[in-house]
């Protein structure tokens, strides 16, 4: 997955595809893992997903505590830098 795409398709458990919003992509060199964090665009106030992909963009669900722990870090940084910037911005 290439940070340029901004959105990806993924199906649910009734086999709809729903197109989501890419919100950004995080790569752990340390362990050689890429994530991409994403959201419904269609529902205002929703949840961030996260899940992991690989080479060829087959998403895999992140199932272990310490994984969810790191990547809520992560995007707890993504959020201040954007905040930060967007405070830069107006000033």
Do not use: C
Not at 5 to 25: A, H, P, R, S, W
Not at 45 to 51: M, T
């Amino acid at each position: 997955m290439e940070n340029q795409e901004k959105t990806l398709v993924i199906i649910d458990d009734q086999g709809n595809e729903i197109t989501m919003e890419v919100v950004f992509v995080f790569e752990d060199k340390d362990i050689n893992e890429k994530y991409v964090f994403y959201i419904d665009p269609s529902v205002e106030e929703g949840e961030v997903f996260v899940s992991a992909y690989d080479d060829e963009g087959h998403l895999r669900p992140i199932e272990d505590d310490a994984e969810w722990a790191k990547l809520d870090e992560v995007f707890e940084n993504y959020v201040r830098e954007e905040e930060a910037e967007e405070e830069q911005a107006q000033a």
